[in-house]
């Protein structure tokens, strides 16, 4: 019975997404989905630790998430006598479990209900935070750290974003094969970012969420597939371009953590764990992406994460050609993140005061103040030209805005080598 909290915490971060997608689906209502989904965990903590967790979780869930949702709608028929509402609760009240719309166009629902979040008549950053939080299993802390806002700026864009869609009527469904292309940047970034998250998970004890980011990887494989069997769809190698940039990267995950669950940089890994066969179709996606010579950044980060695999160790890496390649992402996507990342790979091409000197241009050092991997980046240039005083300082900081406990246990041991 000690095990329920996690069963109901684990059930509640993996399932979540799907769940709250087939309430919204039923219903076409945001708040009544969340709260009904609310009340179900609710109920899970109040039962499970003296019934016992149901042998399918989710499938409880779901069923007393509906309920709960019924209940909430008839209270509001009852009260408001709001037409909309009794359709809604005729819709909820025929639906299966497995709810989703009647048009099969789109082969996985889950993908489906992607392309349904992302409706054009939202701005390209609301869709996507939408999507995240609706259907991404993340939280809005975590999709704030992914968009480098405070977490109040970022619920209120969601709520925003809600009220847009409650107001103007947006049908909850997805669209026609036709509309997939204006919806497809909102679902790659999404795709994108719920990787980020899995592959380096934001809070929490450890390193990883590798359900997340293998979700992330299906999606856009099925994504890929659909777009290239579909003869009324346009090619898209930025698609291609992702699914490359997920699976180089993905081919490092078994060497990123050591046995006793420490973190292992790029620099100190054992490149004999890195997948090969990942790494192989990686690359041939890479290549028939870079052929529609139409490249875009998913492609410009492939590209980079193919540099890593291809060095046999890290003095092999072609740095000077990442800095240049990272010079061009900026180009395209002049954001903080890829900066800072350009910065390191200048450090690292030309040395440790190139890439400090980028780092501390005061626009950039403004914007990521409160990012982690800032001051951690930050650190290990300055460890490595040999400034410990301010090195330990920058790793003090990390330390104070870092959630992770295996990133904390690095930055400590880092901290504890420079006192030493």
């Not at 003095?315 to 900026?330: N, P």
Request: aromatic share 4%; proline share 4%; net charge neutral.
């Amino acid at each position: 019975m000690q095990q329920t909290p996690r069963v109901i915490e684990r059930t509640f971060r993996e399932e979540s997404g799907q769940i709250l997608a087939a309430l919204i689906a039923s219903i076409g209502d945001f708040s009544v989905a969340e709260d009904a989904l609310q009340d179900a965990v609710e109920a899970a903590l109040r039962q499970w630790p003296h019934e016992g967790a149901p042998r399918n979780p989710a499938a409880w869930l779901t069923a007393i998430a509906r309920r709960r949702a019924i209940d909430r709608l008839r209270r509001d028929a009852t009260l408001m006598r709001k037409q909309e509402t009794l359709h809604a609760l005729a819709a909820l009240e025929a639906a299966q479990d497995d709810a989703a719309s009647d048009t099969d166009e789109i082969p996985d629902d889950r993908l489906k209900l992607f392309f349904t979040c992302c409706h054009p008549a939202l701005a390209l950053e609301a869709r996507i935070a939408l999507t995240l939080r609706t259907l991404g299993g993340l939280t809005t802390e975590q999709i704030a750290r992914a968009f480098l806002v405070p977490e109040a700026t970022m619920a209120q864009r969601l709520v925003r974003a809600r009220r847009k869609i409650r107001d103007a009527r947006i049908p909850y469904q997805a669209p026609p094969l036709r509309l997939l292309p204006e919806r497809l940047d909102g679902v790659l970034a999404t795709l994108y970012l719920i990787f980020n998250e899995g592959y380096m998970a934001s809070a929490g004890d450890s390193l990883m969420r590798q359900s997340l980011s293998a979700e992330a990887i299906r999606l856009t494989r099925t994504l890929v597939t659909l777009l290239a069997r579909e003869p009324e769809l346009p090619a898209e190698p930025e698609a291609l371009g992702l699914l490359a940039l997920m699976l180089l990267t993905d081919a490092r995950r078994d060497a990123r953590v050591a046995a006793q669950g420490d973190l292992v940089t790029l620099e100190e890994q054992d490149r004999s764990l890195w997948d090969r066969s990942e790494i192989a179709e990686g690359l041939a996606l890479l290549d028939l992406a870079v052929a529609a010579r139409r490249r875009g950044p998913y492609q410009l980060q492939a590209a980079i994460s193919a540099l890593h695999a291809r060095a046999a160790t890290p003095a092999a890496t072609d740095w000077g050609e990442i800095a240049l390649l990272y010079a061009r992402l900026a180009e395209l996507t002049p954001t903080p993140i890829v900066e800072l990342n350009r910065a390191v790979a200048v450090a690292m091409a030309e040395g440790s005061a190139a890439g400090l000197a980028l780092l501390d241009a005061a626009a950039l050092s403004a914007r990521l103040d409160d990012y982690h991997l800032y001051h951690a980046a930050r650190a290990d240039l300055l460890r490595r030209a040999g400034r410990a005083s301010d090195a330990a300082a920058s790793y003090q900081r990390a330390l104070a805005l870092c959630q992770n406990q295996v990133e904390r246990r690095y930055l400590q041991r880092r901290l504890r080598e420079l006192e030493q």
